[in-house]
Each structure stands twice: as structure tokens, then as C-alpha cells.
């Protein structure tokens, strides 16, 4: 009878150590709660009421359907979080209406139209030259804007490629050491193992295949394996000729470029954005700055200038549409020399007809494109804008998911304080109840030998 | 359902986020008294407002160049009046100094007085704006009419009248045909059939001072008509600038609408999401003040 009641004594102070440990642990992420799996020992002989208990195994109330469904929403919002974070910066550097390059674009060509009212003076002629400098220093300052978040986006990437890594060598060292181990004193590896996964589905969509022996696989895109057991597959950054990062595996036998077969969590919407969305816009940036620079340069290479000579390209004519934003320039010597602003298609002075049909520009669909100049940065701002709200409400209903998956994951994993306090107080009571019969026994033990003597 | 410590943390520290966000945004509102804080608060509302600000940016360059045509037209008004009471003078002047009775020291400062008129013509037809000939055309550079001791040149400028936009599918006119205006159809022009009438004056010659009255007659319907025509273009210049001015009013009316704040309505948000703001940070600070484990022994 002492040594069941030892033994009982035992497992109620198990119990307790239990508890104490997801008291202690209530805070630590990924820690899932923990009990006693308590068991009644079969009596010695016949005679015998019971062997007592013992704690045969400690239980953890995992959650693997969550887990699974988090796997999937994580990417998701993560991806989304990417894009509204870089589109709301780019948004910040677009300018408010009014003041950006729809005002530079509608200066240009209201000061072009307002020099048709005295198109021999030289103020209004070099207001014309300065208000088309402002034009495309707007240009070149948008297009490097577009460009240097091109180039954030790439440097998110690696970084995020760096961490990726990093936390797969994480998931080779647990899988080791869960696979060295005995699944019933593995629990603390296990939870470790679903946390390591857990930030990694944050970075990039995973396929992830769980062995028997808790140990999982990790792939990556179109089932490129990044970890497999204690083995860890890098993926390698390679800069390409613009020197933006391709992401690379290295297979049994070849080197795959996945760059494009990622399409979730932070890493794909970082990709989207860097290789997507935001070379649509320089596209249509592009697009406005060479319809713009073509429309003028057409007017003004059929004129004349204030000397009466034949009128010359006022932008540098652009090679192509792209780039066009970024090198949209004066011609350098009208910059220079005024009198070569091209306001008459005839060789007489005071004749302003190109001076208005350049004013009136703004007012006619471009070349290549429906729309008017101040319609073409619209339509654009509009696109931006509507690609971040979509993406702020995707990331939103996403994190919305993810969140009530997270509570869910709580409800069962998590660990409650006041469920713990009284499961301190059960076992203690249950201690107390086996030490009084403890005492019970040895009195009734001393009783006997008291008879005995 | 368990209730767990994190969750409650966790929810707690949304509810305070979600409520700091929206107290944050009416504040920003009321602060700086816009309602569109980035364009995908408002997409269409953004593009929306650039295409106001680029029409109010018209509507105020078409506003400039109504002013500027007013005053050219003005000017140009100006001078014809000048014209037209110069070439009155030259009629009367002439027929005072018509018929037999007259002297010849009569016909004599008759035919001077011509003369002067003529110069005063030449500064009519010369007139300038910052240093542009409003009369030679197009060739704003270039005098209609010079003098050369007492010989005139031809008419120097060209037949382009030229105009400006003052509104939307309207324009006015800014330089005028000083040829068709001095000389028209005839075969010399005003300031040379001055110069004969003078001659013919002083000679008592009837017949030259008919052809030199008819010659007035006509440059005097032609400055007449081409009054009337400045004073069509400054009514136009007036309608234009009324529509510019109510095509304004609009265009901010609909900016207004599309960009400014309710403040108003912030105003009440801002209360409101205080109060959410407090009762989230009240309520996070309550949890866990409570639990089984202030009633272990």
C-alpha cells in the first residue's frame, strides 16, 4: 500500500509539475499546453484493490487541423501585407493631386498656350522653357521613384531569402533532433518544429509533408525541396542583368530558377510587386512621357522659330517608349536660346497657331493612347490606388482569417491561466488526500507494531 | 470554449489598434482638413480630384488669356475710334476747303491739316502691345506702315489675323489685317490717298478731291465694320469670362466635395473613436486582474 501511495504521490506531484510548466510557458510562443495522461495500475495479485496510478505519457492538445489551414491563410495575408505596404509607399511619393505631375503637365501647357498671346516676348518664351524643365524633371523624379521601389522590393527579397534559409537550417537541426528522440519526450521539438514552419509561411507558400516519426518535409513552388529531413536545400540569389535577385535551387542534378513559381507570402508579394506591378506602371509612365514629348516635338519640328528658321525636336525626341520617363529632356539648345521655342508654322513672328495647338494638346487624346496627358497620370494614379485598396482589403480579410484561426488555435493549444490554477489545486488536493492516507497506513502500520511488542 | 490568456491579450491589443487607427484618422482629418489621405482611400476620388485640379488649371489660364485679349481688344478699339475721328477730321477738313469761295491760303492749311491728320494715322495703324504691332497680322514684329521723308511704304504685315483661346472651343482676336483695314480692295492705300487728296486740296483740283473723299468714305466703312467686329469679340471675351468664372465655381464646388473633410462628421468620429479608443484600453486593463489563482492558498 506505501508503495502505491508513493507512486500516487508521484503522479499527483507530476501533475503539478505539469501545470507549473504551462504556467511557465504561457507566454512562449508556440507552446502548446501540456497534460498528465494519468493510468490506473492493474492490482499485483488477487487480493490487491489496485495498483494506483501512474503517468504514463504527457499529452499535448496540438491543433494539426488549424496548423494546416494557417498554412494556408499565412501566405496569403503575408503576400498581401507586401504589396499594400510597397504600393502605400509608392503612393505617398505620387504627390497630391493638384501639385504633382498633372499640375506640371497642365503648367506646361497652359503657359505654351498663354505665350500665344505674345509669342515675340522673351518672358513668356522663357517661361515656356522653365515650365517645360519642370515637366521633366517631374518625369525623371517619378521614374526614379518607380525605379528605387523596384530596387526596395529586390532588397526585401533577399533579405527575406536570408531569413528563409536561415529558419529552414532551424527545421533541419529540429527534424534531427525529433528523429533522435523519443516521440514522448519530443514535445517541446514538436512545438519548436510548428513555430520554425509557422514563420516560414509567413515568407513564402510551403508545401509541407509530415512523416510518422514527426519529422516534416519542407518544398517550395512547383515541389522544389528546401528541406527535406536534416538536409536543407538553400535557396541562392543570382542577380540578373538588371541586377534584380532570381531565386535559384540546386536539384540532385540541375539549378532551377523558381523566382517565378512563387507566388505567396511575403517573398511572392514582394516578387509581384517588383516584377509585375510596379514595371506596369513604369510602362505607363513611359508610355505618357513619350506621348507627351511626341505630340510637342510633331507641332514644333512643322513651325518656325522666332528667327524664322525651320523649328527643331523641343524634347530630346525619346528612342522608345521605355525609358522615356526616365530620359525625358529639353532639347538642350532651346533651353539655351529661347527664340527657338516654336510658336508659328510660318516664318512670321507674331503667328501663334502651334503655340495654341500645343496649348490645346492637353485637351486631345495622345498619340498611341485615348486618353488626354492629365487623363493618362489620372488613369494611372487611379490603377496604383486601386491595386493597394485591393490589397489592403485582401491583406485585411486575410488577417481577419488568420486571426480567428490563431484564437482557434489558442482555444485548444493555448494555455489558460485560470484552467492551470485549478488544475494546481486538483492535483494539490489530490496530493494532500494520498499523503493523509500515507499517514493513515504508517498509523495503522505503528498500530501493529505497537501490538506486536 | 477554453478562454485562454493570449487570446484575451491578443484581442485586446486589436480592439486598441483598430480604435487608435480610427481616432488617428479623424484627427488627421480635422487636422489637416482633407478627407483623402493617400489615393487608395478614395481611388476614383483621387483621380477624380486630378482631373478637377487639371480643369480649374485651364479654366484659370483661359481666364488670364480672356483678360489679356480684353485688353488687346481694348486697345485695338481704342486705336479704330482714333481712326474713325481722324478720318472725320479729313472729311470735314476737306469739304471746308471744297468750292471756289475758298482761298488759297484757305485751301493751303486745309491741305496741311491733312497732312497731320495722315501722320496721326500712322500712329493709329502702328499702335503696339509690349512691343507687338497689333495691326501688322501676324508679323508682329514689323510696322504696318513707315515713313520714308514723305513717301509711305506698302502695308508691311501679313492677312493672318491671329487669336487666342478664352474658353473651351471659344477664341478672340488679337492682331488685325492693317492692310485691309488702310488700304482693303482700293488701289492705294488711306495714308498715299491722303497724301493725293493734300495735294489736290491745295491745287483746288475737284476731281482729285473727290476720288480722295471717296477714298475716306471707304476707310471709314472699314474702320467702322472692323469696330463692330472688336466690339462682337469683347462681348464674347465677357460671355467667355462669365462661363470661366461659373465653370469655376463648379469645378471647386465638385473638389471641395471630393477632398475636403466633413468636419463636421470628423468631429464626430474623432468622439467616437475615443471612446472606443478608452474603453479598449479600460477593458485590456482589466483582464487577468481577476483568476482562480488569487484563491490559492
Known sequence: ?453 | MRVVTNSIYADGIRAIQKAAEAFADAQRQISSGRRISLPSSDPLGSASAILEHSSLSRLDAFAGAADAASYKLGLADSALSDIINQLSAAQTTTLSARGSAQTQAHRDAAAQQLLAIRHALLGDINTQFQGAYIFSGAEADVPPFTQTGTTFSAYQGDHIETHVDIANGTSATISYDGGDLYQGSDSQHILDALGALSTAVAAGDDTGIQAGLDAISRAFDRATNAQAKIGNDLRRVDDARLRTITDRTGVISRLSTIEDADLAEAAAKLAQSDTAYKAALQSLSLTGRVSLMDYLK
Not at chain 1, 495500475?41 to 504514463?56: E, M, S
Not at chain 1, 508545401?207 to 522544389?224: L, P
Not at chain 1, 513619350?290 to 528658321?309: E, I, K, P, Q, R
Not at chain 1, 482555444?411 to 494539490?428: H, K, N, P, T, Y
Request: glycine share 8%; no cysteine; proline share 3%.
Open chain 1, 1 to 453: 500500500m506505501l508503495g502505491r501511495t508513493i507512486r500516487a504521490l508521484d503522479a499527483q506531484r507530476y501533475g503539478m509539475d505539469v501545470a507549473g510548466q504551462n504556467i511557465a510557458n504561457v507566454n512562449t510562443p508556440g507552446y502548446v499546453r501540456r497534460s498528465a495522461y494519468l493510468v490506473e495500475q492493474p492490482p499485483h495479485d488477487l487480493r490487491g484493490a489496485g495498483g494506483g496510478v501512474d503517468v504514463t505519457a504527457v499529452l499535448s492538445s496540438r491543433a494539426p487541423l488549424v496548423e494546416g489551414r494557417l498554412r494556408y491563410e499565412q501566405p496569403a495575408a503575408s503576400r498581401d501585407g507586401a504589396i499594400a505596404d510597397q504600393l502605400e509607399v509608392l503612393e505617398a511619393g505620387l504627390g497630391q493631386a493638384g501639385s504633382s505631375l498633372d499640375a506640371a503637365l497642365a503648367a506646361f501647357y497652359n503657359t505654351y498656350a498663354t505665350l500665344a498671346q505674345s509669342p515675340t516676348s522673351s518672358p513668356a518664351r522663357q517661361q515656356v522653357v522653365v515650365q517645360a524643365q519642370s515637366l521633366t524633371r517631374a518625369f525623371n523624379d517619378m521614374a526614379a521613384r518607380f525605379e528605387n521601389q523596384r530596387r526596395n522590393a529586390d532588397a526585401g527579397i533577399r533579405a527575406d531569402v536570408t531569413q528563409l534559409n536561415a529558419l529552414a537550417g532551424q527545421l533541419a537541426n529540429i527534424n534531427r533532433e525529433i528523429a533522435q528522440t523519443d516521440p514522448n519526450h519530443a514535445q517541446g521539438l514538436y512545438d519548436q518544429q510548428a513555430l520554425v514552419v509557422k514563420s516560414m509561411t509567413t515568407l513564402v507558400d510551403l508545401n509541407v509533408i509530415t512523416r510518422d516519426d514527426g519529422v516534416v518535409d519542407i518544398s517550395i513552388g512547383n515541389g522544389r525541396a528546401l528541406v527535406i529531413g536534416d538536409t536543407v536545400y538553400d535557396v541562392r540569389v543570382s542577380s540578373d542583368s538588371s541586377g534584380y535577385a532570381s531565386l535559384v535551387t540546386d536539384g540532385a542534378a540541375v539549378t532551377t530558377d523558381v523566382t517565378g513559381e512563387i507566388g505567396g507570402g511575403h517573398i511572392g508579394g514582394l516578387l509581384d510587386v517588383r516584377d509585375s506591378l510596379l514595371p506596369n506602371y513604369s510602362s505607363r509612365l513611359d508610355q505618357l512621357a513619350y506621348s507627351v514629348a511626341t505630340d510637342v516635338n510633331a507641332l514644333t519640328t512643322t513651325g518656325y522659330d522666332l528667327s524664322g528658321n525651320a523649328g527643331v525636336a523641343f524634347f530630346d525626341p525619346p528612342a522608345a517608349v521605355p525609358g522615356a520617363a526616365r530620359l525625358l529632356q529639353l532639347n538642350s539648345a532651346v533651353a539655351a536660346d529661347n527664340r527657338l521655342v516654336v510658336t508659328s508654322s510660318t516664318t512670321a513672328a507674331g503667328n501663334n497657331d502651334i503655340a495654341i495647338a500645343i496649348g490645346r494638346l492637353q485637351d486631345q487624346a495622345m498619340t498611341g493612347s485615348a486618353a488626354k496627358p492629365v487623363e493618362g497620370w489620372s488613369d494611372l494614379v487611379y490603377g496604383i490606388a486601386t491595386d493597394s485598396a485591393g490589397a489592403k482589403q485582401s491583406r485585411d480579410a486575410h488577417e481577419q482569417v488568420a486571426h480567428q484561426l490563431n484564437n482557434l488555435w489558442d482555444q485548444i493549444s493555448g494555455v489558460s491561466i485560470d484552467e492551470e490554477a485549478a488544475m494546481l489545486m486538483r492535483f494539490q488536493s489530490a496530493y494532500e488526500a494520498n499523503a493523509r492516507f500515507f499517514q493513515a497506513v504508517d498509523e495503522t502500520l505503528a498500530l501493529l507494531m505497537r501490538l506486536g511488542s
